[in-house]
């Protein structure tokens, strides 16, 4: 086991670490100012190198075996701040963003998706128009466009479009434990977004992307009709559709919740399981070309062709690349008979894709991906070896079970930071899907090859149906188990990285058997529990009021510890409420929940809601609406908060006459001109005002 840590063997461990660290700073922190500086470094490293070579004996370098070792790590880390800044596209001169224009060039670079009359997509700059000329551009923009009622969209991949110029920046989250897509976007180069109506944009050319990914797009489309025509059961088309070719657009809710519940969404994402299955077909198909040395050759150009353009298919995600990587130098590795170091091959694959796109460090699937596997080459046999089992079958249901353990393991902290939850049973449902994941990906590749073969395509689409719809039902009724998953789980950065470091210790300690491991684990441990315990007493004795930035919706938490009053005209099944206000209820562990209506009285010991006023703990808010007009007040209210919403017809005179408060909240359901207006009046009137349209939600302590 030790020898599988040997540098010399795995070289790239050491290479990749100052990269990944250069990366890392590169992408979260900006550099732009010191591009200079960073070159400078660069190139000295460079020249001391080669100095020190040319002198190595004369000035007995041999004796500082370091030097080298620190220039090369200085070199790599300096190349990894340099590759995350100069990929930012924000950067560049030529950005649209920095350039006069009345209207945009732009290229359509990914596959519309179209919900409802909504049509989005991630379009490339080419040029901007500004007074009839046209110049030159970069970056990448969000578009939006709204379809007529029951119209189809006609717009694809490589499509030139000419749009007015009205982009904005992408909010940041206003709410507590929102999921913060700008820096999502941003990740992506994307930091600027456009909502057109269908007179606002000008179909001007087609096919005007890469020849190569729109014909793959082309294909893949014409694969996935044949589901639609051949298959019957939405669901199963669905997932045949993704599984096979990595096509999510179709997938509902309710299918993505079984998956995700039961820890097997990994087969829903076109990965490395996926492009392992396919090598396994292109070994059988070509077994007849290992016979002579030419047709080796051809056999190892065949199968690599083969296994990147399925990744061109499935379009490309970090995942798949990098099983396309690794798979490409196994098939290189057998077939010059030279030895194959998994780890190190993992190693590279990551090196090269990160120099291809520093921003895959930020990817999710990225991140899963190569955990998973780094735990499969090293953990995996750990655990596989730490039960002796000498029954046949039951071994190899070990082997299998120690697969899943170890994925779930490795990506353990990772799933919880990023997604909140936990499968119980993943076990279970993860040993239940390995036999039809791999009989649907084999039956659905065979359907394709003979898809325009009636009599062979109807009885394998069949076949597939069934099987698809078999494996939902066995995941529907795992997800429905009772304790099936761990939710609300919320973990800070800080808990995240000691349960790495807990997880690397015990590891360790398996194979090394030192003490200081055990007592360094320890102390991780305390650090954990106590920062964890620390939280949870913190959630159960906080109180306070959360005043909600729903943009056209009305929304106000009262916090009491694990209790919590939500007011809001959202319903809980719509995307704003799942997306704004259920993330913070998850995030502070709020377990008895009161969803009350903005006009819905209601009591206890600790709330109290009567028409307009509400009272929580020891603060007054008074929530002023389009009913204000009608109200008759007999003497003056005293209120903490006075809370504007609905876009009432009043002036802020009106309000005083009957309202004594300290603070003026107006949040975002009121238009520009209705804020404008109470600003001006609050500004005159020397009153504190806090205005929740594109603005953070306010929060006031009520301890």
Same mark, same amino acid.
């Given at each position: 086991?030790?020898?599988?840590?040997?540098?010399?063997?795995?070289?790239?461990?050491?290479?990749?670490?100052?990269?990944?660290?250069?990366?890392?700073?590169?992408?979260?922190?900006?550099?732009?100012?010191?591009?200079?500086?960073?070159?400078? !470094? !660069?190139?000295?490293?460079?020249?001391?190198?080669?100095?020190?070579?040319?002198?190595?004996?004369?000035?007995?370098?041999?004796?500082?075996?370091?030097?080298?070792?620190?220039?090369?790590?200085?070199?790599?880390?300096?190349?990894?701040?340099?590759?995350?800044?100069?990929?930012?596209?924000?950067?560049?001169?030529?950005?649209?963003?920095?350039?006069?224009?009345?209207?945009?060039?732009?290229?359509?670079?990914?596959?519309?998706?179209?919900?409802?009359?909504?049509?989005?997509?991630?379009?490339?700059?080419?040029?901007?128009?500004?007074?009839?000329?046209?110049?030159?551009?970069?970056?990448?923009?969000?578009?939006?466009?709204?379809?007529?009622?029951?119209?189809?969209?006609?717009?694809?991949?490589?499509?030139?479009?000419?749009?007015?110029?009205?982009?904005?920046?992408?909010?940041?989250?206003?709410?507590?434990?929102?999921?913060?897509?700008?820096?999502?976007?941003?990740?992506? =180069?994307? /930091?600027?977004?456009?909502?057109?109506?269908?007179?606002?944009?000008?179909?001007?050319?087609?096919?005007?992307? =890469?020849?190569?990914?729109?014909?793959?797009?082309? !294909?893949?489309?014409?694969?996935?009709?044949?589901?639609?025509?051949?298959?019957?059961?939405?669901?199963?088309?669905?997932?045949?559709?993704?599984?096979?070719?990595?096509?999510?657009?179709?997938?509902?809710?309710?299918?993505?919740?079984?998956?995700?519940?039961?820890?097997?969404?990994?087969?829903?994402?076109?990965?490395?399981?996926?492009?392992?299955?396919?090598?396994?077909?292109?070994?059988?198909?070509?077994?007849?070309? +290992?016979?002579?040395?030419?047709?080796?050759?051809?056999?190892?150009?065949?199968?690599?062709?083969?296994?990147?353009?399925?990744?061109?298919?499935?379009?490309?995600?970090?995942?798949?690349?990098?099983?396309?990587?690794?798979?490409?130098? @196994?098939?290189?590795?057998?077939?010059?008979?030279?030895? !194959?170091?998994?780890? =190190?091959?993992?190693?590279?694959?990551?090196?090269?894709?990160?120099? /291809?796109?520093?921003?895959?460090? +930020?990817?999710?699937?990225?991140?899963?991906?190569?955990?998973?596997?780094?735990?499969?080459?090293?953990?995996?046999?750990?655990?596989?070896?730490?039960?002796?089992?000498?029954?046949?079958?039951?071994?190899?249901?070990?082997?299998?079970?120690?697969?899943?353990?170890?994925?779930?393991?490795?990506?353990?902290?990772?799933?919880?930071?990023?997604?909140?939850?936990?499968?119980?049973?993943?076990?279970?449902?993860?040993?239940?899907?390995?036999?039809?994941?791999?009989?649907?990906?084999?039956?659905?590749? +065979?359907?394709?090859?003979?898809?325009?073969?009636?009599?062979?395509?109807?009885?394998?689409?069949?076949?597939?149906?069934?099987?698809?719809?078999?494996?939902?039902?066995?995941?529907?009724?795992? $997800?429905?188990?009772?304790?099936?998953?761990?939710?609300?789980?919320?973990?800070?950065?800080?808990?995240?990285?000691?349960? /790495?470091?807990?997880?690397?210790?015990?590891?360790?300690?398996?194979?090394?058997?030192?003490?200081?491991?055990?007592?360094?684990?320890?102390?991780?441990?305390?650090?954990?529990?106590?920062?964890?315990?620390?939280?949870?007493?913190?959630?159960?004795?906080?109180?306070?009021?959360?005043?909600?930035?729903?943009?056209?919706?009305?929304?106000?938490?009262?916090?009491?510890?694990?209790?919590?009053?939500?007011?809001?005209?959202?319903?809980?099944?719509?995307?704003?409420?799942?997306?704004? @206000?259920?993330?913070?209820?998850?995030?502070?562990?709020?377990?008895?929940?009161?969803?009350?209506?903005?006009?819905?009285?209601?009591?206890?010991?600790?709330?109290?809601?009567?028409?307009?006023?509400?009272?929580?703990?020891?603060?007054?808010?008074?929530?002023?609406?389009?009913?204000?007009?009608?109200?008759?007040?007999?003497?003056?209210?005293?209120?903490?908060?006075?809370?504007?919403?609905?876009?009432?017809?009043?002036?802020?005179?009106?309000?005083?006459?009957?309202?004594?408060?300290?603070?003026?909240?107006?949040?975002?359901?009121?238009?520009?001109?209705?804020?404008?207006?109470?600003?001006? $009046?609050?500004?005159?009137?020397?009153?504190?005002?806090?205005?929740?349209?594109?603005?953070?939600?306010?929060?006031?302590?009520?301890?």
């Amino acid at each position: 086991m030790k020898n599988s840590y040997f540098l010399p063997e795995n070289p790239f461990l050491v290479l990749l670490m100052p990269l990944l660290a250069g990366i890392f700073l590169g992408v979260v922190f900006p550099f732009d100012g010191l591009l200079i500086a960073l070159k400078i !470094i !660069i190139y000295a490293n460079v020249l001391v190198f080669f100095l020190l070579n040319l002198t190595y004996q004369k000035w007995k370098i041999y004796r500082k075996p370091w030097l080298g070792s620190v220039i090369i790590h200085v070199f790599l880390f300096c190349c990894g701040i340099l590759f995350a800044e100069q990929n930012k596209e924000i950067n560049q001169n030529n950005h649209f963003s920095k350039q006069k224009a009345d209207a945009l060039l732009l290229i359509i670079k990914q596959e519309p998706r179209q919900n409802g009359d909504l049509l989005r997509f991630n379009a490339r700059v080419a040029h901007t128009v500004f007074r009839g000329k046209i110049s030159a551009a970069s970056g990448s923009l969000l578009v939006t466009l709204k379809l007529n009622p029951n119209q189809k969209t006609q717009l694809s991949y490589g499509d030139e479009l000419l749009v007015s110029n009205q982009y904005k920046p992408v909010d940041a989250p206003f709410n507590p434990a929102e999921f913060n897509y700008k820096m999502w976007l941003q990740h992506q =180069n994307i /930091y600027f977004q456009t909502y057109l109506n269908p007179n606002q944009y000008q179909f001007i050319a087609a096919d005007k992307g =890469n020849p190569v990914i729109a014909n793959s797009l082309k !294909i893949r489309k014409l694969m996935v009709d044949k589901f639609q025509h051949y298959l019957h059961n939405q669901n199963a088309i669905a997932v045949a559709s993704t599984l096979i070719l990595g096509y999510r657009a179709d997938l509902s809710q309710d299918v993505l919740q079984a998956y995700s519940k039961t820890g097997t969404m990994h087969v829903l994402s076109v990965s490395g399981m996926h492009v392992a299955l396919v090598y396994l077909i292109i070994e059988l198909l070509l077994r007849f070309l +290992t016979h002579k040395r030419s047709t080796v050759l051809l056999k190892a150009f065949i199968s690599i062709a083969l296994i990147w353009f399925y990744a061109l298919l499935s379009g490309f995600s970090p995942a798949v690349c990098r099983a396309a990587v690794m798979i490409s130098f @196994v098939i290189c590795g057998k077939t010059y008979n030279r030895h !194959i170091s998994m780890l =190190n091959i993992l190693l590279v694959s990551a090196f090269m894709l990160l120099l /291809y796109n520093p921003n895959f460090i +930020t990817d999710v699937g990225f991140q899963l991906s190569y955990l998973a596997v780094f735990g499969l080459i090293l953990l995996q046999p750990v655990i596989k070896n730490s039960l002796n089992i000498k029954q046949k079958y039951l071994r190899k249901l070990w082997s299998l079970l120690s697969v899943s353990l170890t994925a779930q393991i490795i990506t353990f902290p990772l799933s919880v930071f990023y997604f909140h939850q936990f499968p119980v049973y993943f076990l279970l449902s993860n040993l239940f899907i390995v036999l039809p994941s791999m009989l649907i990906m084999y039956i659905g590749i +065979t359907f394709l090859a003979f898809s325009h073969v009636p009599i062979i395509a109807k009885p394998l689409a069949f076949l597939l149906e069934k099987t698809i719809i078999g494996m939902n039902s066995g995941l529907f009724w795992i $997800e429905n188990i009772r304790f099936g998953s761990w939710d609300k789980l919320w973990i800070s950065t800080a808990e995240y990285l000691l349960l /790495y470091a807990i997880i690397a210790c015990v590891f360790c300690w398996t194979v090394y058997r030192k003490n200081l491991l055990l007592k360094l684990n320890a102390v991780f441990i305390i650090l954990f529990l106590a920062g964890f315990s620390y939280k949870r007493f913190r959630s159960a004795n906080q109180q306070e009021i959360v005043i909600l930035n729903l943009r056209k919706n009305f929304g106000l938490i009262c916090k009491n510890g694990n209790e919590a009053f939500v007011i809001t005209d959202l319903q809980t099944s719509d995307k704003s409420f799942r997306y704004s @206000v259920q993330p913070f209820l998850d995030s502070c562990r709020a377990e008895n929940i009161h969803l009350l209506k903005p006009g819905q009285d209601f009591s206890n010991a600790v709330f109290s809601r009567q028409k307009s006023l509400l009272q929580f703990k020891n603060k007054l808010i008074f929530i002023v609406d389009r009913q204000f007009e009608q109200q008759h007040f007999l003497q003056k209210i005293k209120a903490d908060v006075v809370l504007i919403t609905g876009n009432p017809k009043i002036s802020l005179n009106q309000i005083t006459r009957n309202l004594i408060f300290d603070l003026l909240v107006v949040d975002a359901t009121n238009p520009d001109y209705r804020v404008k207006k109470l600003t001006e $009046e609050a500004f005159l009137d020397g009153r504190k005002i806090f205005i929740l349209k594109r603005n953070n939600c306010l929060r006031i302590n009520s301890n």
